[in-house]
């Protein structure tokens, strides 16, 4: 579980905590968690949305740290959501937790699909589909009321 936490945070976080604050951070979280799926880090896909399903209902110390991962990981998204709104590059009526709520839902959806249809298509209709729910391929991120 270490192990796969320190390959997540190499591969995923790190990447997305290096770009500009806010939209940015976003888009590159996503980016890196599907070329973390589509390079097979682990084989099965991303290893907690897979330990998620397996372990959801067995309680114990195991199901405890994969729903702090997970919930970590939401957080995550939801700040880089927050600070995308303090610099007017959403909607001010977004709400980060619900954008961090369907964020990571396509991520894992993408995750499922492309794990078990083998198909790469998958992570690139979920890449066009996160573009668009960020507003990044119209070219225009900036608020509205």
């Known amino acids: 579980m270490d ?13 997305a905590l290096a770009a500009r604050p806010g939209l940015a951070q976003l888009a590159a979280v996503c ?13 099965g896909g991303c290893f907690f949305a897979a330990t998620a399903l397996e372990m959801g ?13 997970n919930s970590g990981f939401t957080a995550l998204l939801a700040a880089f ?10 909607p ?13 839902a396509i991520l894992l959806g993408a995750d499922t699909k492309f794990i078990l249809n083998d198909d790469p298509a998958a992570l690139d209709l979920a890449r066009q589909i996160i ?7 119209n070219g225009s991120n900036a608020s509205e009321s």
């Not at 959501?81 to 959403?90: F, G, M, V």
Request: net charge negative; no cysteine.
């Open 81 to 90: 959501a927050a600070a995308a709104l303090e610099q007017h590059q959403l």
């Open 3 to 15: 192990e796969a936490e320190r390959i997540l945070q190499a591969e995923v976080v790190q990447p």
């Open 31 to 43: 980016e890196a968690y599907f070329s973390y799926v589509e390079r097979s880090v682990f084989p």
């Open 92 to 104: 001010a009526r977004e709400d980060p937790g619900r954008l961090a709520f369907e964020l990571h």
């Open 57 to 69: 209902t067995r309680p114990g110390p195991v199901k405890d740290r994969v729903a702090a991962i």
């Open 131 to 137: 573009r668009q729910r960020l507003g990044l391929d």
